[in-house]
């Protein structure tokens, strides 16, 4: 069974920082693209990271870029999300997912990824 399942949410406050973990399980890992995403109270979804299988890292949305950081250790089967920086628009339901298409590099379209995680709550107070 595939799992993704992320951690490390919580409360932080304007200008703090936070690590989010994802840890995957059930299907190959290190073949895949991982991504994490957000949903914000106004329930729109926002792609935040991406990180091809061999951890080429794209961030398309330039407020996102410089505080947020993707990285993946495909021994642990792990990605992490680090928020530095933390913004009250930060504020969100954060998801992990894998993608198998494109031989490890990232899909184009949110759709295109194969797993989603359940989320994890970030808040960020001012």
């Known amino acids: 069974q595939v799992r993704l399942v992320e951690s490390g949410g919580g409360s932080v406050q304007v200008g703090g920082s936070l690590t989010l973990s994802c840890a995957a399980s059930?299907?190959?890992?290190?073949?895949?693209?991982m991504a994490w995403f957000r949903r914000t109270p106004g329930n729109q979804r926002e792609e935040v990271a991406y990180?091809?299988?061999?951890?080429?890292?794209?961030i398309n949305t330039a407020s996102l870029r410089g505080r947020f950081t993707i990285s993946r250790d495909n021994a642990k089967a792990t990605a992490q999300l680090r928020l530095n920086f933390a913004r009250p628009e930060d504020t969100a339901v954060y998801y992990c997912a894998a993608g198998g298409k494109y031989g490890g590099w990232c899909p184009i379209r949110t759709d295109e990824f194969d797993y989603w995680g359940q989320g994890t709550q970030v808040t960020v107070s001012s």
């Open positions: 990180i091809s299988a061999t951890g080429v890292t794209t």
């Open positions: 059930g299907f190959t890992f290190s073949s895949h693209c």
